[in-house]
């Protein structure tokens, strides 16, 4: 018993001369940026340094190789194995993307050697670059982030197959994978690259970046750190001032790490020293410009994103928005369709084709705005969505909206769509400037067949929000106006009393406001022709007597003259005369047309041709009297008496002489107080 005691006694202490042998990571730091990462970065990218690489010797002269004393058993003990390897591994955590087993893989293999003093010594070079170990692998398989656990290990000779044990477990775990990616493969190639490099008994580094998507275009930010500081039971106390670092974290907009900034932060030279930087990626959707959506594109880009989603490079949430994009781009692609088969009709000619192109196009654009607000609401308060989606699907609208400015139909057509849904949203009935606006988009629909309107969903509600807007228009800017205007006594002092209502009805787009104020404005029209045919007929009654007592004088004169030529020359007129004959046939004409104008019934005549006769009768009279008085003033012999006696010459001569002012008394009069409802207003201006 008291030997097997011994012997237990022996093989613990044995054992704690091989724990003292062991490099310890100890995590010193760990810190996150500010950034408010949501569910969108979805990717992680691990970036390791090595600081202070050139105090490795000092750290594993370190390490306690005594021997425990003893005999026998235990002779051959501790001090006969020599250190070989400085072996560093890192061991990524929950990452089901590589199976249900956690990944371990080296990423340094330092050779260790003996100097002239047999101390332990192993260059490594303080000036190793970053190593990328992973690049953007998805996290949704390892919910917000994942840990690298970094082992460091110093192989004695005895203990080489330890290396070999974890490649053969690693490479075991890894063919459990039933769908090898070529990440996958990456890692078995870096695997492949450590077991030559142990064989060779040369340096190894890790090298091949385990890389899931290649040449796309990540968002990518700095997400946190980790620093693992290397030291032994020997060692002496870690003294690491962070501030620094934690300073530059907490204030830094977007934190750029590098090998250099961190030396500087840290100013820490004592032992070696791991940093594991994690990075967080935003995912990025595929672009694509209008012209590339077609049917054939978008069946490409469905059966891109069913891979990617089985192949777990995009999470659920990201797989759903991609199939809701993929279903816009549909839409988008048959409204372009719909556009191509109008274009083709345009330039054909037909009028019936051109105006069922447009309402397609009208249905078609209506369905694309109306699948964006579907998907706009449903992922309102959703992060990937507004950071990721939303400016494709806004991409995608405006090509649209391009490519309906290619003609006025089209451009029409696509404010008139605009305007419907958006009213469809929400429609208020409060400004009449804004509803004369918005109607005027909507009255674009006049151009196609009601028939066809009433036919289509679209046009259905084109119709009803027309109704709204013309009863809501008529009741707040016409009514009032048109009420007031019937109130209006339709008389000459109020003849500007429709103006403004005419102006109204003649600049609206509403059809039941202008129809109903212009007849509100010929109805006071109507009125005021009336009250002027009234005076208009009194003013021709007034004429009429006026040539009732005019036409025998101008009977009398006429005969006179025609005797006195008679019988001064006979048949043979000399020149002169025979053209003042002319000028009393011209005289005898519009006596003729005076008697007749003056005999016509015009009381149910309208008001221009009642103007019109009394304008003639003005203007026959005074050419009547101007002709007379110019073949007075030519030959006034010709209007005196056939002399029979001298007292009868006398008093016919006097007579001629008195009945000239007179006349011109009784013209001027006419002239003056007489004219059209134009001449009188022009008067009054």
Known sequence: MKKLLVAALLVFAASCGYAQRDIVTKLCFADSVKYPFSS??????????????????KLINEINFENPKGKGFFKRGIDEEKLEYLFITAQLKDVKFFGDKDI????????????????????????????????????????DKIDADIKVRAITTNQRDQMVSLVATQLQNISKIPTPTAAVFSLLREFGNFLEANSKRK??????????????????????????????????????????????????ANPDITRESLIQMLGYKQYPLIVVANYKSLYKMEQIRGDEVNQSNIDKRKLRIENDYKAGLINDETYRQEKDFISFLTVFANLKGM???????????????????????????????????????????NSTFLTVFKSEYTSILGFASLYLEDDQNLKQTKNMVKTMVALEKDMKLTDPYVCENSLRSLRFSDIFKRSNL???????????????????????????DISKLRGTKSIPQNISAPEKLKEKANNTVCVICREQALAA????????????????????????????????????????????????????????????????LEVKRDMGNLNDFAKTNIADKSLDIINEVNSKLQSYILSIEENLQYITEKRPDFFKPVPKDAPKQEKAAATSVEEKPKTEEVAKPVVSTVGTVEDQNTKKE
Request: aromatic share 14%.
């Open 521 to 584: 404005v010929k109805d006071f029209y109507d009125g005021l022709n009336q009250s002027y045919k009234v005076a208009a007929l009194q003013k021709r009654d007034s004429l009429a007597m006026v040539v009732e007592n005019k036409l025998y004088g101008y009977i009398e004169k006429t005969e006179l003259m025609e005797k006195n030529i008679k019988a001064q020359y006979g048949d043979s007129l000399p020149a002169s005369v025979s053209f003042l004959r002319t000028k009393l």
């Open 203 to 252: 340096e190894y580094r890790f090298s091949t970046t385990i890389r899931l998507f290649e040449q796309k275009n990540f968002d990518t930010r700095l997400h946190s750190i980790k620093i693992y500081a290397l030291n032994t039971e020997n060692s002496r106390p870690i003294l690491l001032n962070t501030e620094a670092l934690k300073s530059f974290l907490d204030t830094t």
């Open 454 to 480: 009433e036919q289509t969903l679209e046009g259905q509600i084109i119709l009803s929000q027309i109704a709204q807007f013309e009863k809501f228009l008529l009741d707040k800017s016409f009514t009032a």
């Open 40 to 57: 969108e970065w979805q990717y992680l990218s691990t970036d390791i340094y090595l600081l202070n690489g050139d105090r490795f010797s």
């Open 339 to 381: 556009m191509e088969v109008y274009s083709l009709n345009f330039r054909m000619g037909n009028p019936d084709a051109i105006t069922n192109g447009l309402i397609k196009v009208m249905q078609g654009y209506r369905q694309l705005l109306k699948l964006y607000d579907e998907v706009e609401y449903k992922y309102r308060t």
């Open 104 to 143: 371990a893989y080296p990423i340094y293999n330092f050779q260790i050697n003996r100097d002239k003093d047999n101390k332990y010594q192993t260059f490594v070079s303080d000036k190793i670059d970053k190593i990328r170990i992973i690049d953007n692998l998805p996290l949704y398989s390892a919910s």
